[in-house]
């Protein structure tokens, strides 16, 4: 779930701000404590204690606007009729979290249940508005979930959501643009992909590879893919280091290629010309997260039998490393007063039934199971010409490079992407030093918020 | 969804105002035919300026009206500014039908928030604006400066705090949140003010007084009428207020049940910033087309009362 507009979270700073100084104190006594308590808890709270739970029924609250979850609510309903849920669309995005962090502010009107995209997890975790879910057994849920969206809810030892979706990344291209160019097979590394985007603008100035205005989501995800590493934390300890990144420097020099020759079509994701530029076939291609099919089969209809799927381009020939983009999970809030209930639904959404239902209504599962399924993998659509996209898409999600976290205020580091490294695509200054003076104003948030920062 | 262009419009053609006229009893017409036999200039750079100008403000009408004929795939590949296919009622059908009729329940919601927090605002208005005129009290200075301060600070700067006490009393997600901020509106009651100073003469009050009316009666019966044209302007101003009035439920609604036609439109178009969401751009145009036209309507029939109200107000500047 990528979203790009970016906006000020000022109120989300001062919340954040407040939260923190008070882990700050609370930490060295709790250090030693926290673990203990957390597994006398999952002991507590079993999977009969969640079936009790559910039958005795209850209200929820649950903010979300991932479209598939209003059949996975109804049908839990029916299920577990004692139980009410209120679905709640309370923005996309940076909306939503705003809205949270107020209500978690007020202390009132704060959901059970809150949907937060991964790269928005580590802030609500930080500033223990979100649960540990390991109270409830949440640990033993390892190995349920692919990698890539299993590690991204976890943080010091705890799971701070479930997974609801996942986004690894891969190549979707029209076909019909690239063959009208002389392209006949898709790039499969960075080099060739470079290569092919100036082909196709020297022979058409009006045609892109594809599009890019500066977009924090897509860039960390292009560095997590080159090896990067320019995140670090621990607790409160964080570490920004874009500079003296290889991954980072890497996928910077090669992209400048790309800005240097005016081949990144000027427009911004998600955005009405995106579509259209989609639709009338003038940008080619897009570098995104596997829950891209539904969205291009909803806004770009005129695009139907022309697209294609390919593997994520490497950066060494024969590679076979690739990295998530999007994503979110479902959250039980601290303010919830009926915790267990709140977890038992995101257990039905995540693992259960709900899994299943989700993507058979278009989204793409974080769920072993569901991408194991053959029914999911020999699935043929004919917007993708009755290619079987999804075996290119679960091979992606299994090569996912470990190792890559957010910022704990990540929210905040993106809404200044475009103040900062942005400057890069307008001819401002380079990629590199766009990118350093990201990692400065994140520096100088994280700082002023009173992170430790290395 | 702008109104701009609809503000403007009514206030380049209010007639100027000789001195001498009497007061709100002579209609824009005659205003016209009397002014006719005087000497007038007619300038041509004036006609051209005046027709660009109103080329400009009539051109993002113009777009929203094309566009909402076009289905969603014919938005993209046509030229914006003419037609491709008429697919303007099957539009208007999906964009009520859409998630279980949901735009029928925000265009109610926003009527009922228009009514009873726009009319409200109005009464209220009228009748401080009204007291703080005619009669003198302790603290009417004090009145004064707060209702000024009041006027110079943003509605925006107050959603925070706002919602902040509206939680602490339990009023948030309920339509009491958007009524009762929308009741306030010091502007309104400073224009009720001057208004009332100028076009209620004190003669008439005392005569009425002394034929032994109250208060209340004489305010009804002989103050109210005088102020009609006064009190269609702020009605009009607190109107478009509420009707676009989008900031504060943003802040403080979360069940869309409850929300007005800015925000719900927001939010399908919204729809296309997330992955796997359902691209509606033909909805959102119609919806913001179907959104303006009681605006427009409200316009054209209260123009009349706007423009004598803003006039009478142009005398005292």
Known sequence: MTITRRRGVLLGASALAVALAATACGSSSSGGGKSSSGSSQAASVSDADLQAALTAGGNLTVWAWEPTLKKVVADFQTKYPKVHVSLVNAGTGNDEYKALQNAVQAGKGVPDVAHIEYYALPQFELTKSVVNLDQFGAASLNGTFTPGPWNSVQSDGGVYGLPMDSGPMALFYNQTVFTKFGITTPPATWDEYIADAKKIHAADPSVYITNDTGDAGFTTSMIWQAGGKPYSVSGTTVGVDFAGDAGTQKYATAWQQLIDGHDLAPVSSWSDAWYQGMAAGKIASLTIGAWMPSSLESGVKSGSGQWRVAPMPQWTAGGKVTSENGGSSLAVMKASTNQKLAYAFLKYATVDEGAQTRVDNGAFPATVKQLNSPDFLNKTDPYFGDQKINQVLAQSAGEVAPGWSYLPFQVYANSVFNDTAGKAYIGGSSLADGLKAWQDASIKYGKDQGFTVK | ?317
């Open chain 2, 1 to 317: 969804m702008t109104t701009e262009p609809l503000k403007t419009g009514p206030l380049k053609t209010a007639q100027p105002v000789r001195p001498g006229r009497p007061r709100n009893s002579t209609p824009p017409i005659r205003a016209k035919a009397r002014r006719a036999p005087l000497k007038r200039r007619k300038s041509l750079t004036l006609t051209v300026l005046c027709t660009v100008m109103l080329l400009y403000s009539l051109l993002p009408l113009a777009w929203l009206a094309i566009n909402a004929t076009k289905s969603q795939q014919n938005l993209f590949n046509s030229f914006g500014l003419w037609f491709k296919g008429f697919g303007f009622f099957s539009n208007l059908g999906d964009t009520f039908s859409y998630e279980h009729h949901i735009f029928a329940r925000w265009l109610l919601n926003t009527l009922l928030y228009v009514v009873v927090g726009a009319g409200g605002a109005t009464l209220l208005a009228t009748l401080a604006g009204y007291g703080l005129a005619k009669f003198d009290f302790v603290g009417k200075k004090a009145v004064f400066a707060t209702v000024i301060g009041a006027v110079a600070v943003p509605a925006t700067a107050l959603a925070v705090p706002t919602f902040l006490m509206f939680s602490k009393m339990g009023l948030t997600d309920t339509p009491w949140a958007i009524i009762i901020p929308s009741l306030i509106s010091p502007f309104g009651l400073y224009l009720m003010w001057t208004f009332s100073a100028e076009a209620v003469p004190a003669e008439i009050m005392e005569s009425a007084r002394m034929d032994g009316a109250g208060e209340f009666r004489t305010f009804f019966s002989v103050s109210l009428p005088l102020l009609g044209p006064g009190i269609v302007t702020v009605l009009l101003f607190n109107v478009v207020t509420t009707w676009n009035n989008y900031f504060l439920p943003l802040i403080m609604l979360k069940n869309q049940d409850w929300y007005p036609l800015t925000l719900g439109l927001s939010t399908w178009n919204d729809q296309a910033h997330t992955a796997g969401g359902d691209v509606v751009f033909n909805l959102v145009i119609t919806g913001s087309l179907v959104t303006i036209i009681p605006l427009i309507a409200a316009f054209l029939l209260l123009q009349r009362y706007w423009q004598s109200g803003l006039s009478a107000g142009s005398v005292k500047g």
